[in-house]
């Protein structure tokens, strides 16, 4: 689901907390009123963080899953504006801790002992859960967070703009770059791949065949198809046919709805506003390949549900989190199809969901399916900031695009060292 519509802070960041906890000491609790009360249920008292999703009706949604628990008093703490990542952690340090919060997989809150340990309540519908999803939660053969969405990132393009410019949906990123060009117009920049670009750092790191980290937790981005990817990748940013001053990043789809940009990059949350504003003259594409070793790549984003180790309410918070993101399929269903589209993390219900049977969802949901990676729970927010730094020092700046992966090994080096020793 996107970011909130009245703040420019993409959360569609992966967010993970490298120096989280650790820098989070330094950062203020989020006011004294820990929201502890209310609901409809009896005994326990939790409270769940949230940010605030864009979508309507989204805050309703949760609100109303928790008030039909019985079990226990469960409130909503609807964190708005850009600080959702600092208030969190800021807070898990406190009295005022949430018993329960979404986030992404984490290992640092793992090996921190932050979040709780729940293979328990997980294990007997793992089977039912995409296999990816459930890997990207385990840590030693343990799971961590139970997946709510799934998100997948790929190109939109209006159709009939390739049409006219006589494009093909482009291939290979050279491909691409040509097709920017010839969309290009005096009004219309031939593609939007968010103002920063961080957004495409992973899948054109997949899509040149290589990883983030491979299964033995090295190193696996530092390669001449990468180089190469971020070289093409500087003449793209270059070209002057990047929109690269949206009035919102890539998340939201105001650039293409509003016909700012031919192609555009974002998820398939975004699928129903942008029919709604375009009607069919939408098509979709995985990031194409970088070259000949490398395959075109999907990113599932998502978010995840964690228990909050440190609480007073383990069992409850973690009977809680079985209720509904386990058992109630009902509210699973409506939390990934109501409110946008997402793909269920549930084979079940995806293998159930007639909205993404067919048209432009369907297309999306054979995309992820062909071309899907997930997040490695080892790269940290650290490895994240290194690779940004290799967009910003070769790609921005022109650099030398080896030279920034060699510096960004090092630094990735050093954080795995800490993490597995």
Known sequence: MSAMSNSNWSRR??????????????????????GR???SGSGKNLVQFF?????????QAIKKYAKAYTEANVTTQWITGSDFESKLFATLLTKNAPDLFEFHPQIQLVKSGQVADLTDIIDPV????NQADIASHTVDGKIYGVRMIDDPQF?????????KANVAVPQTLDELIEAAAKLTTSKVKGAFLGNDLHSVINPMIWSAGADTLNDKNEPAFNTDGVAEGLTKMRKLF???????DAPADYWDPSAINQGLCAIQFCGMWAMPAMQKALGDDLGVFAF?????????????????????????????????????WIEQKKYQEDWALSY???????????ESATKLKSGLPAEGVKLFGEYGHFDNIGWTQAMITATENVFADSVRKGGDPKAALDKAEKTVNAELKKLFG
């Open 238 to 244: 270059t070209s002057g046919n990047l929109l690269l």
């Open 126 to 129: 793992k089977d039912d859960f």
């Open 155 to 163: 190109f939109f393009y209006r159709k009939s703009m390739l049409e």
């Open 51 to 59: 940010h605030a999703y864009g979508e309507a009706g989204t805050e």
């Open 13 to 34: 960041s992966l967010f993970r907390a490298a120096a989280g906890m650790a820098a989070a000491g330094t950062l203020a609790a989020c006011g004294s009123n820990n």
């Open 37 to 39: 009360g209310g609901g």
């Open 288 to 324: 194409p390949k970088v070259n000949d070793a490398g395959k075109p790549s999907v990113y599932n984003g998502g978010w995840s549900m964690f228990v909050n180790a440190k609480g007073e309410n383990v069992d409850a918070a973690k009977e809680y989190v079985k209720w509904l």
């Open 340 to 350: 946008g589209f997402h793909i269920p993390p549930r084979t079940s219900i995806a």
